[in-house]
Structures are given as structure tokens and as C-alpha cells.
């Protein structure tokens, strides 16, 4: 195993909504900023790798149209995963073990407020007998709730504490949309 | 229960429906309010100074954003064309008609438009064009404000000054 570290990151601004910029605009931004603080030259990059799911755009491909924030000139090595950064990191990850490569960029992006989160969920399910009946989020978070109280022996209360010590742990994390 | 050998389904219907806003972007959204006005904007690569023509916020060569205004014309040269004979759903052109790829003065990429007022026959790699706007009071957001292109009458642009756009 080759050890490998985060030497940098950057978030864009955890806001509810975003009316005015498209997903290239808020990238670029904080591609720049995580390629500074690690002072690593963009040339270095052996290898690009973006998490997405076009589900929560409502675009297809929409992961190839991010590549313009990327800076893809002179050709790069540059990889997409449909889910998230973190299953992005781990194929730079796998790569970094396999191949020489000593740096690379891993970029997450999706705006879940352009379209109905609860019934986009569905599309996770699968397709023969479950999305037809379009089970919305919620619906299977309570069913999930539910069956977890009947299985355990806790309690409603239980549960509503877990929120509680969340929401309460959220008030010193400037990026929680819901907190207090 | 029947005995009878039952029918394989081979094929069911799930029907998906979402709708989803869309979120054009701060640089296309410059770019369509100049169409509203009648004006064709270009913006301009903060690092390579490429000027790119409908304009999505970013230079995708270098990774950065497009921020200047740039003057581009509603004139140009036809660099690629196809000549549609075929009816599609939710275009609504008389056939047959001429998409072009158009390189606008001043911008350094191309960009879709129709050709019209030529026989399809004539239209040619090199050939000048200018947009045909719809009437002032009809100008919007949107391409459509661009009803198509036309010849100019203009000697062909030589290939050199487009070869890089092909």
C-alpha cells in the first residue's frame, strides 16, 4: 500500500439555494482555491476525478459539461464516478496504488435544490417494483424509522434525541443549513 | 394453480417524470440579455483572452472564468454545415434547411445557427453570413430573437482564417 494524504480542500458556501451561477461557475472558484492552498502547479495534476449524480441537476452528462471548470487543455487524465466525492476520492485513491501518479484533483458537485429531492431519491430504487411506485424519500426514511423501533425496543423519544444532539452539535458548523 | 407454461415478461413501462429548474449561469445569462437588446456579447477568457461566443462562464481550455465583455458582430463564416432533410420533433423549420457552425467576428469558437434566404445547394464552407433578428419589439432572452442567418454578398472568407475552428 502507498500512503496518501489530503494535502488541501475547499467547499463553495453551504447555502439553501443557489439562483444565479451554473455548476462550472461555482467550481471553478473552489478548484482554484483547493489547488492554492496545496500549492500544487495544475500541470502537476496526474489525474482529474469528479463525483456527480445528473439525477440532482436534471441534466444528462451534466459531469462532462463541469470538465470547462477544470482547465482540459492540453489533454488530461480525468475520470468520472455517479455518486459523490467520496467514491471519487477513493478511485484517485485505487489509482494513486496502481499507477505513477503522485497528484490529483478529486471534485464533487450537485445542487439538490433545482428539483423534487424526494422524488429524485427514487431513482436510487430499484426500477422493476419499487419506482413505479414512486416511494417518495421521507415515506422510506419513516418506514425505515418504524421497522428500526418495532425491531429494537426504542423509542420514539430515542430517536428524536439523536436529532436533537445533531442540531445542537450543527451550531458551531458554519456550513449546516439546519441547525439549533 | 394452472399448469399452463407462463409467458416470460420481456418488456414493462416505468414512466419517470421530474421537472428541474434550470440555472443558465452568470455569463449565459449576459449573453441572453444581450440577445433581449438585439446585441451579440462575447466574453473574454480572464487568462487567455479567447472570446467565446454563447458564453457559459468558463474558458474550458484554462479553467477560468470569463469575465470582460467582448464586441462580437452578428456577422460571420460558415465553417461546417449540414443540410437537415429530415423533420424532428420540436423543430419547427420548413425543410430542407442548412445548420451551420458559425465562426461570428471577433469570437474565437463557434456557434449553432440556421441558414436561410440561399438555396440549401449554394451554402458553403467560407461563406459570410449575418443574423436576421426578429422585429424589435419581439427581442428576448433567447436565440430564437435570432431568426436565422443569411448571406452577405461578401467574397468568401479564405479557409486559413477559419482552419482552426473546424
Redo the contacts between chains.
Keep these: 500500500m502507498r500512503d496518501v494524504a489530503i494535502v488541501s480542500f475547499a467547499q463553495s458556501p453551504s447555502i439553501r439555494r443557489e439562483p444565479a451561477r451554473n455548476d462550472v461557475e461555482m467550481l471553478m472558484p473552489v478548484i482554484a482555491e483547493a489547488l492554492e492552498r496545496s500549492k500544487v502547479k495544475r500541470d502537476r495534476v496526474g489525474f482529474w476525478c469528479s463525483g456527480s449524480t445528473d439525477f440532482l441537476t436534471g441534466q444528462p452528462f451534466s459531469f462532462v459539461g463541469a470538465l470547462d471548470a477544470v482547465g482540459a487543455w492540453p489533454p488530461i487524465s480525468e475520470s468520472h464516478v455517479e455518486m459523490d466525492g467520496a467514491w471519487a476520492l477513493y478511485e484517485a485513491w485505487i489509482r494513486m496504488q496502481h499507477e505513477n501518479l503522485d497528484a490529483a484533483v478529486v471534485y464533487a458537485f450537485g445542487r439538490s435544490s433545482l428539483g423534487p429531492v424526494p422524488d429524485v431519491m427514487c431513482m436510487q430504487l430499484d426500477p422493476y417494483v419499487l419506482t413505479p411506485l414512486w416511494p417518495d424519500a421521507v415515506s422510506l426514511a419513516a418506514l425505515q424509522a418504524r421497522a428500526y423501533l418495532e425491531a429494537s425496543g426504542k423509542t420514539e423519544r430515542d430517536l428524536a434525541e439523536v436529532a436533537i444532539r445533531n442540531r445542537r452539535n450543527a451550531k458551531a458548523n458554519p456550513n449546516a443549513q439546519v441547525k439549533g | 394453480m394452472s399448469d399452463a407454461p407462463k409467458e416470460i415478461v420481456k418488456r414493462?413501462e416505468?414512466p419517470?417524470h421530474?421537472?428541474?429548474?434550470?440555472?443558465?449561469?452568470?455569463?449565459?445569462?449576459r449573453f441572453l440579455r444581450g440577445i433581449a437588446e438585439g446585441r451579440i456579447l462575447g466574453l473574454r477568457c480572464t487568462q487567455c483572452a479567447k472570446v467565446y461566443v454563447s458564453p457559459?462562464?468558463?474558458?474550458?481550455?484554462?479553467?477560468?472564468?470569463t469575465l470582460d465583455e467582448a464586441k462580437v458582430t452578428d456577422r460571420g463564416t460558415i465553417t461546417s454545415f449540414s443540410i437537415v432533410r429530415v423533420p424532428s420533433e420540436g423543430i419547427d423549420i420548413e425543410l430542407p434547411f442548412v445548420c451551420a457552425s458559425i465562426l461570428l467576428d471577433g469570437a474565437d469558437n463557434t456557434f449553432y445557427h440556421v441558414i436561410r434566404e440561399v438555396p440549401v445547394e449554394d451554402v458553403r464552407m467560407g461563406m459570410r453570413v449575418e443574423a436576421v433578428w426578429v422585429p424589435r419589439e419581439e427581442l428576448r432572452a433567447s436565440l430564437e430573437s435570432i431568426r436565422h442567418f443569411k448571406p452577405t454578398g461578401e467574397p468568401d472568407a479564405p479557409f486559413d482564417s477559419y482552419k482552426e475552428h473546424l
Design positions: 414493462i416505468t419517470i421530474l421537472t428541474f429548474q434550470f440555472t443558465p449561469g452568470v455569463g449565459a445569462s457559459r462562464g468558463s474558458c474550458p481550455k484554462c479553467g477560468a472564468p
